[in-house]
């Protein structure tokens, strides 16, 4: 059975950092021949694919909202989101997903998603 469980999230103030994690599991082949993204969505809006990346294609890529101050990076089995200089806007439920292909953040293509991790930027 896939599984994707995201944790790390939190309370932190605007300024500070913060990691999530993404463990992978029953996947039928190793976590580096899937795309990975990282989704967020906060109260009231659609949920926002923020960063994806493909290990074999090495292709990254990060929304303007998020670039600059967040990376994504995997080992073998986890999949992290390094965030920085954190801001109020930032405040959402992070979700991690990952599909077959090429890195995209488009939601509609991911196969298999996590339950989320919240994340509030505030003061």
């Known amino acids: 059975q896939v599984r994707l469980v995201e944790s790390g999230g939190g309370l932190v103030q605007p300024g500070e950092s913060l990691t999530l994690s993404c463990a992978a599991s029953?996947?039928?082949?190793?976590?580096?021949?899937?795309?990975i993204g990282w989704f967020r969505q906060a109260p009231g809006k659609e949920r926002e694919g923020i960063t994806c990346?493909?290990?074999?294609?090495?292709i990254t890529y990060y929304s303007d909202s998020v670039k600059g101050r967040f990376t994504i990076s995997r080992d073998k089995n986890t999949v992290y989101l390094q965030m920085n200089s954190l801001k109020p806007e930032d405040t959402a439920v992070y979700y991690c997903?990952?599909?077959?292909?090429?890195?995209?953040?488009?939601?509609?293509?991911?196969?298999?998603w996590g339950q989320g991790t919240q994340v509030t930027v505030s003061s």
């Open positions: 029953g996947f039928t082949l190793e976590l580096r021949y899937y795309a």
């Open positions: 997903a990952a599909r077959r292909g090429r890195a995209t953040t488009a939601r509609s293509s991911y196969d298999y």
């Open positions: 990346s493909n290990t074999m294609s090495r």
